[in-house]
């Protein structure tokens, strides 16, 4: 499914529209880039989308390169044209596309399309072995309080956002639609999977409501 499909807009709206769908969302892509070293030469963007968050990432390294995958076909002329010859873009699946030595992995609202801890678990795997010793793998996402009541004000949270833009029942659906189509996996379980993987440091360095920055150490 695309980008667009899976949001009910158009591709050309996303970098305005994904702001009104996730609270925070500037700041939580550059608490992800603000992690990375400036030193880094190679950084993989699973889930590259327009590119907004390499942009950040490039500016934070400047001599980096950027290798971004996406599986969707229309989205990838957008990042072309905003990260022009510092980018290499590759479509495919970043779950089975071989991903190349790299000194960092990010992304933003791209792992939750993950949809089992075993697919999860191996790609984690990949990601270790993919980064060099000191590597550092960033990833911006939901992930919901495992206490019920507390996800409950957390998405309530969420919904109060969503109605800025939009109706009550709007909002509503959004979230039961995304509910039915990605995956949220609460901090413990993302921070044991990354562990299990091998990474030597994890870290929550953000949190907003339901949404997070993970920072693990090759």
Known sequence: MSVASHLGITVREYDRRIRTFIPNYAEMLDEVASVLDPAAETIIDLGVGTGALSARCLSR????RVIGIDADTEMLPLARRRLGRRAKLTVGNFLRVELPRADAVVATLALHHVRTRAAKATLYGRIHAALRRGGTLVSGD??????RARWREQRDLWQ???EKAYTRREAAKFLSDWSHEDT???LPTEMALLEAAGFRSVDIIWRRGAFAVIAATA
């Open 142 to 147: 939901c992930h919901p309080s495992d206490n």
């Open 61 to 64: 390294a400047p001599a980096a």
């Open 160 to 162: 109060g956002h969503l």
């Open 184 to 186: 949220y996996m609460p």
